[in-house]
């Protein structure tokens, strides 16, 4: 059976936890493709609330495998103090993978990454300062430290002895920091290298074992579209590729075994840190979405910039990942406006129009957005179930960004816990 890939269609923070966690439901596997501890999808258990930041949506079903894939970024204390916080909480599953081949977080990386900021100043990117962009880039430097090494100590103090010869020049002579031992290191990191090992395996055998088998997975991604290294508003992006030829290249999956792509949709826009945003609000319509949506960053608890929703990056994101449908969600945060407004064209510095999106982030930090007025609603819709139910304006309002976007409709997310969803179709 092939996999179905769930990708964050604008800015990330789409509540692509919540949808993961849903499919899951059907799923036999859940692989995450890319990112590290950067980012975070929020899942909702009844009363319990699991902030995940490498641990894969799926883990609150035990029948279903977990798999931490080749392609992120693993730091190790954080991901074995997520596994203590979340067995506490007794929804912990044993049925976790780690691939040996996916990269390490190092100390120095998360180092370099606060340095590297300080040193861009006003130009700062504005990154979570987890390391991030470092490990990435030493991985393809290939230099990079990884699963199968942190299981190996003698390898291990190999490994970082080598990387410290470069890392240490950089500390001492450009940022005129203490450098870095292997030793200091080693503890750190080597005990938590025993305490995962059991999970660690070759998890490309294991996925392409799963989908001869017959079985149903999922592959889950961090972040979103536009912050995509090579499709997002660069250099205001992430080190890694969350969108499609992305999920395929860091899960193990081949493209001709995916059957569905879904792309997630927050009813309005948000983003985190810095960079072009053509619908932010910077007023008391901006606030008041912030509070609604409850809009502070998992990982970092940072304020998240929040605006309308934007079709024209909308139809760029279901271009580049070949959307085959979508999930509205967050779409009981509009309800109480009067009005709600969809972005479907920019008018660019030159006075023209276009319902293209710009490659080049300068000039969409320039545009003006052009936007469709449409009514809105002021009945909860949490406890609602079809479409049918819905608030004749709450419909209207997803069919016309549907519509926009050229892509239909699967899921119409309608609150905060995982039961509180209009399915239209199933994905999976």
């Known amino acids: 059976m092939p996999a179905a890939i769930v990708i964050g269609a604008q800015w ?15 799923a036999h596997m859940v692989v995450r493709y890319q990112g590290g501890n950067n980012a975070g999808h929020t899942v909702m258990v009844g009363d319990t609330v699991l902030k995940l930041h490498q641990i894969p949506s ?21 991901l074995i103090e997520e596994l203590d916080t979340v067995r506490s909480l007794g929804v912990m599953s ?19 990454d606060g ?18 962009g470092p490990a990435y880039a030493d991985k393809y430097a290939r230099t990079g430290i990884r699963v199968q090494d942190l299981v190996d100590p003698a390898r291990f103090r190999e490994r970082v002895s080598q990387a410290l010869k470069r890392v ?6 450009v940022f005129d920091h203490d450098p870095m031992t ?10 938590t290298g025993e305490r995962l090992a059991r999970y660690v395996t070759d998890t490309d055998h294991l996925v392409q074992e799963a989908l001869d088998q017959g079985k149903r997975l999922v592959l889950e991604g961090a972040q979103a579209t536009m912050l995509d290294i090579d499709y997002g508003t660069y250099p205001y992006v992430t080190s890694s590729s969350p969108t499609a030829g992305g999920a395929c290249q860091g899960s193990g999956v081949s493209p001709m075994q995916v059957s569905h792509v879904l792309g997630i949709v927050k009813a309005y826009t948000s983003r985190v840190g810095a960079g072009p945003f053509p619908t932010e609000l910077l007023d008391a319509t901006g606030d008041w979405l912030v ?7 998992t990982s970092t608890g940072r304020r998240r910039r ?41 008018r660019l510095p030159d006075g023209s129009l276009t319902r293209d999106y710009p490659a080049d982030a300068d000039v969409l930090a320039h545009v003006e957005p052009i936007y469709i007025s449409m009514p809105g609603w002021s009945e909860p819709i949490s406890h609602l179930r079809s479409v049918q139910d819905l608030p004749e304006a709450a419909w209207a309002y997803c069919q016309r960004v549907s519509e926009l976007i050229n892509t239909p409709i699967d899921l119409i997310s309608v609150g905060a816990e995982r039961d509180e969803l209009v399915v239209i179709k199933w994905p999976l």
């Open 58 to 78: 799926g883990i609150t079903r035990p029948e279903v495998a977990v798999v931490l894939g080749h392609g992120m970024v693993i730091n190790p204390p954080a």
């Open 94 to 112: 044993d049925n976790i993978h780690i691939s040996s081949s996916a990269h390490l977080v190092m100390p120095y990386h998360i180092l370099l």
């Open 306 to 346: 929040c605006g309308w929703i934007d079709t024209v990056a909308l139809r760029y994101a279901a271009r580049v990942n070949g959307f085959s449908g979508l999930a509205i969600t967050r779409l009981d945060v509009l309800t109480g406006l009067d009005q709600v407004l969809i972005c479907s064209a920019y």
């Open 182 to 191: 292997v030793e200091s290191i080693a503890e750190q990191y080597l005990p």
């Open 12 to 26: 990330g923070d789409e509540g692509k936890g919540k949808i993961t966690d849903h499919l899951a439901e059907r």
């Open 291 to 297: 509070e609604q949506g409850h809009e502070y960053g």
């Open 168 to 173: 240490n020049l950089e500390l001492t002579r």
């Open 115 to 132: 340095l590297e900021e300080e040193l861009r100043g006003a130009a700062a990117l504005g990154t979570t300062r987890r390391g991030i």
